[in-house]
């Protein structure tokens, strides 16, 4: 039999950011998946701060840096009635608000881009395969028997369609929204799947005087009158500026999709960009249902879902690959624990303790944001009615110059579309809260009292917390604690006078004067005092970049301490910690 430690199921974002993870920390394991490529369609592409985090602990924030569209390029949502049509109004997005670009340049050293999921895929699978992953492409994952010293996967090789059976330690399904591994390990799943209906038509077409003069990834256009129900809602999705762009439609679930035929996907695209004769050439169509469904756990016993899997919902905010890659940071460094005997298996348990709650918090975030849309169409008068010229009508108006109020409205409501296109907090304050995380009665966690987590950033080091992101200056330049921190191990930052021991399972690193590392800004030295930490005490970072403990100074007996707060981070046995 086939035998290995971890087998992971699917090449998607998740698989193969938790094939790339487990490679680099020397775990053992086997990919399978479904089809003999990968992604085709562009799919997720926001790639967030902390995902590119991620992606530079991994080693591939160079490449997807280089295939991504910048910043700077992605960030003028516009709302219209067509590309070539009227302009309703746009709002800054992704951080290119010259207040949020401060907050972003702030909050981390990664830049947020955009990488369509066809591209990502690719690097990361292949860096992947570099480290050493068994990547089997045509083969699908069929059922697993689990029992008290493993679990045996059943696979089915595609091409010679035959089965085979691993034997693995653990399990890892990233199969998707359609995922049987979640199904066969029976993780209760709560909300409902095929909320809505929605097509993606892939195409070429040079759209550059239509965008060019406000670059942006996202078009949205409202035309009355072009579906069923009034009000037609479309996106004109930049893949890569200018010439290749993915349109998203909706259709009626009831009635399900549409025949995709040629014409009908070339008139549509027409119809949004508002040029009759536009030359375009399809490349491809598909149809996918938005859902708004999250596990309530992410695992049983020896086998986990992660992405999809574990969390459907719809595109808005840009969260399905990000929130996928970042639950495989979360329990790959977990599962190498483990299995090199340095954690308990109880460690296992806290991923989903951790990743739970912002799976649903995710998925009620996204859906919400389509609902919020809505205030668009109230405020430019569509919602009540379904006759197209009324609603034509109600839309001319606010040209007219009493108009004042309903043009208020429109700007709020598309200003308010920022909890969509701009909500930074939601992509980098996530707090875990488990087993393995030390709670302390240092100063209270600033998320509590902030103004607007959603929008806005809240750096802290309170345990469960992301590690604030400070540049700090190396030998060989500036270095963010966040790129200093990981790397498969966990590291402690500490001053002068703090005199922590280093030990094969904690890297310390002592920030100060002729130290290594120096804070020659100070900014690393205010937050800490910010927080009651003084220079001799420490944060202990885990290997995903969150915080598992502070201590306001150094204690009698530091190696007893940081002892004791290792054991309970790895939720580890006196016997096993010092093996
Ligand atoms: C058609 C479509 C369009 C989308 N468009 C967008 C978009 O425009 N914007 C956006 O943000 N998000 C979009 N998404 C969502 C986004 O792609 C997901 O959030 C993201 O891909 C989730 O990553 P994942 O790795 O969990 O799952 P997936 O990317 O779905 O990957 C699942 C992997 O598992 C494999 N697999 C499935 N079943 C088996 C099996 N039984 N055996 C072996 N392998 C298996 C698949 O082949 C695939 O490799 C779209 C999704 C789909 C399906």
Not at 22 to 32: E, W
Request: charge should be negative.
């Amino acid at each position: 039999m086939v035998t290995t430690d971890v087998v992971v199921v699917g090449t998607g974002p998740a698989g193969a950011s938790m094939a790339l993870a487990l490679a680099r920390l020397g775990v053992d394991h086997i990919v399978v998946t479904r089809y003999e490529t990968l992604a085709a369609e562009p799919r997720a592409h926001i790639t967030n701060q902390r995902t590119m985090e991620v992606l530079r602990d991994l080693g591939v924030s160079d490449q997807v840096e280089a295939l991504s569209t910048p910043q700077d390029q992605i960030g003028t949502t516009t709302f219209c009635t067509s590309l070539a049509g009227e302009e309703l109004g746009r709002v800054r997005s992704w951080g290119t608000d010259p207040h949020s670009q401060a907050a972003h340049r702030l909050a981390s050293p990664a830049r947020i881009c955009d990488m369509p999921q066809n591209l990502m895929e690719p690097i990361l699978v292949q860096a992947a395969q570099r480290a050493g992953s068994r990547i089997r492409f045509s083969t699908e994952y069929l059922s697993h028997a689990v029992d008290d010293d493993g679990v045996t996967v059943s696979v089915r090789d595609r091409l010679r369609d035959d089965t085979y059976e691993i034997r693995a330690k653990y399990l890892y399904g990233a199969d998707g929204g359609r995922s049987k591994v979640a199904e066969n390990a029976g993780l209760p799943m709560r909300g409902e799947m095929g909320v809505a209906g929605s097509l993606n038509i892939v195409f070429r077409a040079d759209l550059t005087p239509w965008v060019a003069h406000r670059p942006s990834v996202l078009y949205w256009v409202l035309q009355p009158g072009s579906d069923v129900g009034g009000i037609g809602m479309g996106v004109v999705r930049m893949v890569r500026p200018w010439n290749e762009w993915l349109t998203i439609w909706g259709y009626d679930v009831a009635d399900g999709p549409p025949d995709l035929s040629d014409e009908y996907t070339r008139g549509l695209v027409r119809r949004l960009v508002g040029v009759d004769d536009l030359e375009v050439e399809i490349v491809g169509s598909s149809a996918w249902t938005v859902n708004h469904m999250a596990a309530e756990h992410y695992g049983r016993g020896r086998v986990f879902c992660g992405g999809d899997a574990v969390h459907r919902h719809p595109p808005s905010n840009g969260l399905g690959s990000n929130t996928s890659i970042q639950d495989s940071f979360n329990l790959a460094w977990k599962l190498a624990y483990v299995l090199r005997g340095a954690a308990d298996p109880a460690l296992l348990d806290t991923y989903s303790d951790e990743r739970a709650p912002i799976g649903r918090q995710v998925v009620d975030r996204a859906n919400q944001s389509i609902g919020e849309t809505g205030r668009i169409f109230d405020a430019l008068g569509v919602s009540g009615t379904d006759d197209p010229e009324v609603m034509k009508a109600n839309m001319a108006r606010r040209r007219e110059p009493g108009a004042e109020k309903q043009r208020r409205e429109l700007r709020e409501a598309i200003a308010f579309k920022a909890y969509e296109f701009d909500a930074h907090g939601v992509e980098l304050n996530q707090r875990y809260v488990s087993s393995a995380v030390v709670p302390d009665s240092l100063a209270p966690d600033p998320l509590a009292s902030a103004e607007d987590p959603e929008l806005h950033h809240v750096p802290s080091t309170t345990p469960g917390a992301r590690v604030p992101h400070v540049w700090l200056a190396g030998r060989h330049g500036d270095v963010s604690t966040v790129d200093l921190a990981g790397h498969g191990r966990f590291t402690l930052f500490t001053g002068p006078g703090g005199t922590w021991p280093a030990s094969e399972l904690v890297h310390v690193i002592v920030v100060g004067p002729g130290e290594e590392i120096e804070d020659p800004y100070g900014d690393w030295a205010r937050l800490l005092a910010a927080e009651g930490i003084a220079d001799s005490g420490g944060v202990l970072v885990r290997p995903d970049h969150h915080v598992a403990a502070r201590f306001a100074s150094v204690p009698d007996d530091p190696a007893a301490v940081l002892e004791q707060t290792m054991r309970c981070a790895l939720r580890a046995g006196e016997q096993k910690l010092s093996s």
